[in-house]
T-cell receptor
């Protein structure tokens, strides 16, 4: 049972344009959401998070939007840069539990110069 | 670098042998999590430990797998009698608190386990 889904395995975007990565979840108990970026042969690096009491969180070029009614979140990267090319994982947590993360399968972003 | 340290980075074992993976959390972090990533999949939670305690092992296979986080030293993920299906990347993460504190888990670079 895949509780966190990233339905787009890959995405290509031109440098300078906006990248939009999407994530859907099924468990209504999830109340904390995160995005991680991963380069080959490295561990995931934390990018940005959002709690369920908010619908938007922004950090520099990265903005995460949360739509609780649709059980959907998205990561916007503006402007996209070639160094952003990586696999992006969405993760969710039910913080009334033991704070374990449930990850999506990832979206491979390629930013074209 | 005070990040999460995992070793070895690569580990090759033959079927039936034991694999031991080590994780030293970030300085000041007392909560450790282990995740496994199979090829072309996301990370799957295995176990959550605090010093000398297993808090949640709901993601651990019931047999051959064990984890510990002793009072002194790194956390160890142990796989006995390895099989080909154990080949994966194993990631360790740490956090300063296991309760909701808006402090994300920080990951190490993983151990790539290959079973011959």
């Amino acid at each position: 049972d895949q509780q966190v889904k990233q339905n787009s395995p890959s995405l290509s975007v031109q440098e300078g344009r906006i990248s939009i990565l999407n994530c859907d979840y099924t468990n209504s108990m999830f109340d904390y959401f995160l995005w991680y970026k991963k380069y080959p042969a490295e561990g995931p690096t934390f990018l940005i998070s959002i709690s369920s009491i908010k619908d938007k969180n922004e950090d520099g070029r990265f903005t995460v939007f949360l739509n609780k009614s649709a059980k959907h979140l998205s990561l916007h990267i503006v402007p996209s840069q070639p160094g952003d090319s990586a696999v992006y994982f969405c993760a969710a947590s039910d913080t009334s539990g033991t704070y374990k993360y449930i990850f999506g399968t990832g979206t491979r972003l390629k930013v074209l110069a | 670098n005070a990040g999460v340290m995992q070793n070895p980075r690569h580990l090759v074992r033959r079927r039936g042998q034991e694999a031991r993976l080590r994780c030293s959390p970030m300085k000041g972090h007392s909560h450790v999590y282990w995740y496994r990533q199979l090829p072309e999949e996301g990370l799957k939670f295995m176990v959550y430990l605090q010093k000398e305690n297993i808090i949640d092992e709901s993601g651990m296979p019931k047999e051959r797998f064990s984890a510990e986080f002793p009072k002194e030293g790194p956390s160890i993920l142990r796989i006995q009698q390895v099989v080909r299906g154990d080949s994966a990347a194993y990631f360790c993460a740490s956090s300063p608190s296991g309760t909701y504190s808006n402090q994300p888990q920080h990951f190490g670079d993983g151990t790539r386990l290959s079973i011959l």
